[in-house]
């Protein structure tokens, strides 16, 4: 018997800054998903033509690639996976919009406390799979 939850969902989670990647690989983990990270957009695409991912939470701005340019190519990717948009400049209203009429699932600030971004993968994935949590 394990003292660890079976994984909910795998999750790529896609940022410039180490410590964001850090940080929400151990709150993804502790919430019973397994996280996957990538530093860029091709990275994730790369990761992404590997395994498939149940949702990938994806910075919104990026020296390589913003997310908004990147998007098209996860749909392309695996058209049915949820994106949920992670920024650093809050909630502005226009970048909400443009990122939702792009095809984003969702948008959170990484200003947010971490339980916020992990309800809402939680609340995407059980959109997309169904209940996607295991007990």
């Keep these: 018997m394990s003292l660890f939850r079976k ?8 940022d410039d800054e180490p410590l964001i990647l850090e940080m929400t690989s151990v ?9 996957v990270t990538a530093a860029s ?3 994730a695409l790369r990761r992404l033509a590997e395994k498939p991912v149940d949702a990938v939470l994806l910075d919104i701005r990026m020296p390589d690639e ?5 998007l098209p190519k ?19 209203e226009n970048l909400m919009r443009e990122a939702l009429e792009a095809g984003a699932n ?8 971490m339980e916020n971004i992990v309800l809402a993968i ?12 295991t007990t």
């Design 7 to 14: 994984p909910s969902g795998r999750v790529l989670v896609v």
């Design 27 to 35: 709150f993804l983990k502790n919430a019973g998903f397994e996280a």
């Design 41 to 43: 957009s091709a990275e």
């Design 66 to 70: 913003g997310g908004l340019q990147a």
């Design 74 to 92: 996860f749909r392309a990717a695996q058209p049915d996976v949820p994106v949920i948009m992670l920024t650093g400049v809050g909630y502005e």
């Design 106 to 113: 969702g948008f959170v600030s990484k200003d947010t406390e």
């Design 122 to 133: 939680k609340r995407v994935v059980k959109q997309t799979h169904g209940e996607g949590e």
